[in-house]
């Protein structure tokens, strides 16, 4: 029987019950206003070709299908089909890992060494647990001291007494005030440049800045030392980021022909191209050669995008940050950012250039849009920080500026000069930096088996973040960071406070070890300047000299 | 006229006045309401009214025109007049700092209501709000300052529980703290810049809210952007709310993981994907995946709609998520004790796994917190960035926060925290019946102090806010792409600073503004109507009647914390 079925049989069927659902849809069809149009185009086109009508219906049905499954379809594709059983099973024997991984025993003692105040936090501090003994600050970041200025401290009392505390809603929503406007002014007028927007938080301006003009398609080439809120900036961007060699020129022209050639030449429209650098480099306390990064940018139509939270206050004669210590004017960096909480002793960062980008941010800029203005009296203490450092200039140079400069020079001089430590540490950073950056040295590093860097590319660290490990303890990095914290604790014992920067090393993806950072502030003296050279050379030799493998390891049985 | 924005003095007022225009006085017993708490119950589902459908066909029309219009003036004034596009071209071989796509309704739209945002103010943001004046000129492209200011009613800053003062306790406290311990910090938390102040103000947190520690952030946008890339990895997976503020999509962006979201607040479909989730894995390896966290917000502030807590938990014991609940909004403004969602529904602050919040809102402070388990705290400790990077909070700011704190909790002057809270939850509700009654659209739940008031079409955005700048009353106007496109609203805050008679004040002239603007929608299935019919009120009727009817759950539909879910 079933071989006798024909095609014609089966378009000969279809064709009746196409006929008569035709029929009785038309009726209803010829009811919806312009129904009769569509029933009489199907009409003609069915008697002409009985075919074409299947064909077209098949096209209408497959076309809907594609429309209303399309999305999901794709999404779903590689999902394995389960029964609600099988879901309910998996759902009962699913497992989380902890939300944390607890702090074990081994890292309790980073947690222990945090240092904690009793009073401000100025030139001289008091810790927990030194008997309330004053001791030197070399730890801060706050190089001008301007949290002992009693002038500040007055005006700002005054200001909180108009004004309260917070500002209560994001400055596009009634939250700025004529207090925030005019050290916007305040600071565009400082620079030099024409505009400035203000953020509430240094480490997240970054990462709201630079996403605002890079998106996907954009150029961007960082020097690989940068920061991490630089870091993080530019993987939110999504822009394709290129890393340079730390500070190298050649590396960085490089970089700049190589897509040149593959990319920019044919390129239309013209993407935006950012170079990524630091004034002072937090990681290193080094700076750029400048005058050659402007030469580059000009001739490969870059922009430049200048994170100078540690050299604003600190470098040029007038502490206006790089471009002042090589003479060149602040117009020739698109966008220049600084935290407000370093020199200034104040809170937050601001971004400053030109008026079209400024206004831009205040519209495209996450952190601005979305987050609460600074607090009004912080903004006022900004504002006087400037009118200090300006003040009583002859010269040029600021009376403030060059107190620190010598003190900077100073110590690292007395550091450099130190014949006994010549063979323990290696000092990175450069004279002008306020922050001397020491790092034990790479022989001494070789000899007691530590990599070349934990972060960054072929590190252990980078490993275990790409494979998705929850584990990121690594002993030889939790031991180097115990040895320094040995040569801190032992200055602190000699009333003098130094640092042991903290990373986030799991985040991390610069080329990093750990180092210890000393620091000037012009609230010191020139006698007490000498003394934390002196106490930490001497920490460092009792520490680290004639370490051997096994001490090093048994020292950290004890802790 | 000047271009550049005067310093306004405002020492002339007398202290009396000062504080009467940071805080109203109380001007009878009867105007406070103690918020109830839901104990454990889940909320129904909303009701939410839509507009009839001409108001959404103009609103389309609206945006057409906007677009087509702009698009023309683009084309012909890129050829023609290259000199006033110029910010859009491409100029010495370098491209545009945006381009005319990215920018396009930023300069079509935006800018034309410019004179709407951004409002320059002086003084406390308090329950009054000194705006500077501004004229502007050339479609916003600049404006001049005639010197005067507007003293305006203030509906528009997230002052919910007052505390945007400059006297009384947290003030003196601030003021002293400055002696004490100065404005800075010099360098982040793990190097230098910890005081024992930021560890009391820790402690202070986490009792407050009522679990183990916290740990405590100079921004609340930046505690979001850092929290997340130090508790999730590649694999694993993120659900998160679609509404969910823009600083945990960030800090889930940087965190690398996975990442789903979920309708608004709902938990069908939350549950829906949560079984996907778990029994498919992760992606081609169809490995398991190592956590699973929930992120929603406590007080949705673009919605007044508040997260599902008792339905979460209750998600969160059969699947073993982590629950991540963002309390910017709620904390101090919500719930019978001001603890926030897991007080307003009474449930165990522990039952959540991360409780953030932040201090720019309820405290009047800055700043931002996570509190939790001890482990997770100690982890967050030496791992986040924020802590390691970031410069901290500073002292008074922490002073701020522990004054103010004390004072909900009833350890400094004892009834005051209690006032407050029971202000703002009755101005809330009485503001918000009064609207529905009027007629008007509002979004919400019936206790929350976040009240959005439909406008639809996006032309009355600016008409409206102008209108009520004249009448003194300063209001928020938000639209695309901060809400759906048709779904332009006006944002009024609440605050226990606002009298009950501010409130009378407000809903006059919102009324009056509402019928010359065509803003009295509603259906009446959302609230207001006891009927079912369309409530009109007359406006001496609606402030007659409400201020006692708005503590009655009767009057409210559907999501009040007496009446029980069907
Ligand atoms: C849900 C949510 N999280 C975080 C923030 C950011 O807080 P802050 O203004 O303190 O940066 C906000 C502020 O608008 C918010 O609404």
């Known amino acids: ?559 | 006229m000047s271009r550049v924005l005067p310093q306004i003095d405002l020492s002339g007022l007398s202290v009396e006045d000062k504080k009467e225009n940071e805080y109203g006085a109380l001007t009878s017993q009867k105007y406070r309401y103690t918020c109830v708490s839901r104990q454990g119950k889940p909320l129904p589902d909303p009701i939410e009214d839509e507009p009839p459908y001409y108001v959404l066909l103009i609103t389309y029309l609206n945006y057409l025109i906007l677009i087509i219009v702009g698009h023309v003036k683009d084309f012909f004034g890129i050829r023609f007049k290259p000199k006033k596009y110029a910010d859009l071209l491409e100029h010495d071989g370098m491209a545009p700092w945006y381009n005319k796509f990215e920018s396009f309704y930023i300069r079509r739209m935006k800018q034309k209501l410019d004179d709407c945002f951004a409002r320059p103010t002086c003084g406390v943001p308090g329950r009054l709000i000194t705006c500077i004046d501004r004229d502007p000129h050339d479609y916003n492209k600049y404006f001049t300052y005639p010197g005067t200011t507007s003293t305006c009613l203030n509906l528009s800053s997230y002052n919910y529980l007052g505390f945007a003062q400059s006297e009384g306790a947290c003030t003196d406290s601030a003021i002293e703290t400055v002696e004490k311990y100065g404005i800075g910090t010099g360098g982040p938390r793990n190097v230098i810049g910890t005081m024992q102040l930021h560890r009391e103000t820790e402690r202070t947190i986490a009792n407050f809210i009522g679990v183990e520690d916290s740990i405590l952030f100079s921004m609340g946008y930046a505690t979001n952007a850092s929290l997340f890339s130090s508790i999730l990895d590649k694999k694993s997976l993120i659900i998160s709310d679609e509404l969910n503020h823009t600083s945990i999509r960030t800090g889930v962006r940087l965190s690398g993981c996975s990442v789903k979201t979920f309708p608004h607040n709902n938990m069908d479909a939350l549950e829906k994907l949560l079984r996907e989730q778990i029994s498919q894995g992760q992606p081609r390896s169809h490995r398991p995946w190592k956590k699973i966290v929930v992120a929603v917000e406590g007080l949705y502030s673009m919605e007044g709609t508040m997260a599902n807590l008792p339905k979460l938990i209750e998600l969160k014991k059969k699947y073993k998520f982590y629950l991540f609940v963002d309390e910017a909004h709620s904390i101090g403004a919500i719930g019978p004790r001001g603890r926030g969602v897991c007080d307003y529904f009474g449930i165990d602050p522990k039952e959540v796994d991360i409780l953030m919040g932040t201090l720019t809102k309820s405290f009047g402070a800055a700043g931002g917190y996570v509190s939790g388990s001890q482990q997770l705290i100690d982890r967050l400790r030496l791992d986040i960035n924020a802590q390691n990077y970031a410069e901290p909070i500073a002292a008074p700011v922490l002073a701020q926060i522990l004054s103010s704190m004390r004072i909900i909790m009833g350890e400094i002057n004892p009834g005051e925290g209690r006032e407050r809270l029971d202000r703002i939850a009755f101005n809330s509700r009485y503001l918000r019946l009064g609207l529905q009654r009027l007629g008007f659209i509002v979004y919400g739940v019936d206790d929350s102090p976040v009240i959005p008031l439909l406008l639809f079409a996006p032309a009355k955005m600016p008409a409206f806010s102008r209108m009520l700048y004249k009448r003194k009353i300063a209001v928020v106007v938000v639209g695309y792409p901060a809400t759906p496109l048709t779904s332009s609203r006006v944002r009024l805050c609440v605050s226990s600073a606002l009298k009950k008679e501010d409130i009378d004040y407000l809903l006059r002239h919102l009324s009056e503004v509402g019928d010359k603007l065509f803003l009295k929608f509603s259906s009446g299935v959302a609230g207001g109507s006891l009927d079912g019919k369309p409530p009109r009120w007359n406006i001496e009727d609606v402030i007659r009647e409400t201020p006692e009817d708005c503590k009655n759950p009767k009057f409210f539909v559907g999501t009040s914390a007496t009446t029980e879910p069907k």
């Not at chain 1, 003692?109 to 904690?116: E, K, R, Y």
């Not at chain 1, 890079?214 to 890393?243: E, H, M, P």
């Open chain 1, 1 to 559: 029987m079933a071989q006798n079925i024909t095609i014609e049989d089966v378009i000969n069927t279809s064709h009746h019950i196409l006929e008569k659902s035709l029929v009785t849809a038309g009726t209803y069809m010829e009811k919806v206003p312009g129904g009769s149009i569509v029933v009489r185009y199907i009409k003609s086109s069915h008697r002409n070709d009985p075919i074409r009508t299947l064909l077209e219906l098949g096209l209408l049905v497959f076309a809907i299908r594609y429309f209303t499954t399309s999305r999901s379809s794709v999404k779903k594709k590689g999902f394995v089909k389960l029964t609600q059983a099988e879901v309910d099973d998996l759902c009962e024997d699913w497992e989380p890992e902890p939300l944390a991984v607890p702090v074990d025993e081994r890292e309790q003692w980073q947690l222990d060494s945090i240092p904690v105040n009793e009073a401000a936090i100025v030139a001289h501090v008091k810790l927990q647990g030194y008997d309330n003994k004053k001791m030197i600050n070399a730890a801060t970041l706050n190089f001008l001291d301007l949290g002992s200025n009693e002038y500040i401290k007055h005006e700002v009392q005054k200001v909180i007494r108009n004004t309260g505390v917070g500002a209560c809603g994001p400055p596009n929503f009634y939250g700025n005030q004529d207090i925030h406007i005019k050290l916007e002014n305040d600071l565009a007028q400082f620079f030099g440049s024409e505009g400035c927007v203000l953020y509430g938080q240094d480490f997240t301006t970054a990462g709201s800045v630079l996403p605002s003009f890079l998106k996907r398609g954009d150029f961007v080439v960082a020097d690989a030392n940068c920061n991490l809120a630089i870091q993080k900036a530019l993987q939110l961007s999504r822009a394709n980021v290129y890393w340079y060699k730390h500070n190298d020129m050649e590396d960085l022209e490089r970089i700049m022909f190589a897509l040149r050639d593959d990319f920019f030449k044919y390129e239309k429209p013209i993407s935006r191209k950012f170079i990524v650098t630091e004034g002072l480099f937090a990681n290193v306390g080094d700076y750029p050669d400048l005058n050659k990064v402007i030469q580059l940018k000009e001739k490969f139509k870059f922009r430049i995008f200048l994170d100078e939270s540690l050299s604003f206050g600190v470098l040029g004669k007038s502490g206006r940050g790089l471009p002042e210590h090589f003479g060149i004017p602040r117009s020739k960096i698109d966008i220049s950012i600084a935290s407000m909480a370093n020199a200034f002793n104040s809170s937050g960062a601001f971004c400053i250039g030109d008026k079209v980008m400024s206004y831009h941010q205040r519209i495209g800029s996450l952190a601005y849009c979305f987050s609460a203005s600074l607090p009004p009296y912080t903004a006022r203490a900004t504002s006087l920080a400037l009118e200090l450092i300006n003040k009583d200039r002859e010269y040029g140079e600021s009376p403030l500026m060059s107190k620190l400069h010598k003190y900077s020079g100073q110590l690292y001089d007395s550091f450099t000069n130190d014949k006994k430590l010549e063979k323990l540490v290696i000092i990175r950073s450069a004279r002008e930096s306020s922050v001397l950056h020491l790092q034990i040295h790479p022989d001494i590093r070789l000899r007691l088996g530590l990599p070349l860097s934990y972060t960054g590319s072929g590190s252990e660290m980078e490993k275990r973040v790409k494979k998705g490990y929850s584990d990121k303890f690594i002993e030889a990095l939790n031991n180097e960071q115990f040895l320094l914290q040995s040569v801190v604790n032992q200055c602190l014992k000699q009333g003098v406070v130094v640092m042991r920067p903290a990373y986030s090393w799991a985040q991390e993806i610069a080329p990093l070890v750990p180092h210890l950072r000393v620091s000037v502030n012009v609230g010191l003296s020139e006698k007490e300047v000498k003394e934390i050279h002196k106490v930490v050379s001497n920490a460092i030799q009792n520490v680290i000299k004639d370490i051997t493998l096994e001490e090093f390891e048994t020292q950290l049985e004890a802790k």
